[in-house]
């Protein structure tokens, strides 16, 4: 399971400018993370680790609250 495809499946009904506004991260980051890829170039984007700590640490947040 890629990281995009977690964090679709833990927003589930919840809208994508809310999501990222709980993660304190800009809808559109959100959307290209959960493509995989980037829009302005076609590329896929580089999930490095500090950004998958980052991330699953803000999905912690969605879940408990």
Aim: hydrophobic residues 40%; positive net charge; glycine residues 6%.
């Amino acid at each position: 399971m890629s990281l995009g495809e977690l964090l679709k499946g833990l927003r589930s009904d919840e809208a994508l400018r809310d999501a990222a506004k709980r993660m304190n991260i800009t809808f559109s980051y959100l959307a290209m993370l959960e493509r995989g890829v980037d829009r302005r170039t076609g590329n896929p984007i580089n999930q490095h680790q500090k950004l998958c700590n980052e991330s699953l640490t803000h999905i912690n947040m969605i879940i408990l609250s």
